[in-house]
């Protein structure tokens, strides 16, 4: 009777673990969990200092981009400065040009035209920045002006064929060139302003730098 009811009792109870089985479980299980976590640790660093990394270049381009934008619209602004007192010079040499004086006279008032911005343009990496349309109008304007004045000085050109000829080229300095190139300038300074840029900021915190 004792021996049946053992017999019960051993079949209703469930098979027991060995205790060796259950930390060779127990271990794989915290080695797998250690690991994944590690895994995911990395991973999670990897794209966080990606994030940043993108983040950190846009930036460096936005400024870069930014920075070349100011240091245009400054070459426009100066370069439109300096063309404007040439083209005063000429049209008053013009005016005197007109009046057939004497050869002395003429070479005496002979117009210098100063070109500071204009040769240092050459080694500003901004320059080719600038519309084409300037540069070419702006180096025509240079070229025949000074090849019209030393013809009426070697009158190979009569004074008055010359104040004409400076005349035309004056105009389309004047009407033309220097009105869009100051617009263009402009243009340039409310892009930046519509970034929250005022002209020269860049420049200050460059320079703190």
């Known amino acids: 009777m004792e ?3 053992n017999h019960s009792d051993q079949a209703n ?11 060779v479980d127990n271990k ?7 690991w994944l976590n590690q895994v995911f640790l990395v991973l999670s660093t990897i794209f966080g200092v990606y994030l940043a990394a993108q983040s ?4 460096a381009l936005k400024f870069d981009s930014y920075s ?3 240091d245009n619209y400054y070459l426009r602004t100066s370069l439109y400065d300096e063309v404007n007192d040439n083209l005063e010079n000429i049209k008053r040499y013009s005016l005197l040009l007109a009046k057939s004086p004497h050869t002395s006279e003429l070479e005496y008032n002979k117009p210098t035209l100063e070109k500071y911005i204009w040769q240092t343009m050459q080694y500003s990496p901004t320059t080719l920045e600038t519309p084409s349309i300037f540069l070419t109008q702006i180096r025509r304007f240079y ?3 000074e090849f019209v004045i030393d013809a009426a000085l070697k009158r190979k050109m009569s004074a008055r064929q010359a104040s004409i000829e400076l005349n035309q080229i004056a105009d389309i300095i004047e009407q033309q060139t220097l009105p869009q ?12 302003q519509q970034n929250d840029i005022i002209i ?10």
Do not use: C, Y
Not at 56 to 59: A, F, P, V
Not at 182 to 192: D, M, Y
Not at 200 to 209: Q, T, Y
């Open 181 to 192: 190139l100051k617009a263009s300038a402009l243009n340039l300074q409310q892009e930046l």
């Open 200 to 209: 020269g900021s860049l420049k200050e915190a460059d320079n703190a730098n």
């Open 3 to 5: 021996s049946s009811q």
């Open 13 to 23: 109870t469930p098979p027991r673990i060995p205790n060796v089985l259950k930390k």
């Open 143 to 145: 070229s025949r002006a």
């Open 56 to 59: 950190g270049l846009e930036q």
């Open 68 to 70: 070349k934008m100011e």
């Open 28 to 34: 794989e299980l915290k080695s797998t969990s250690f």
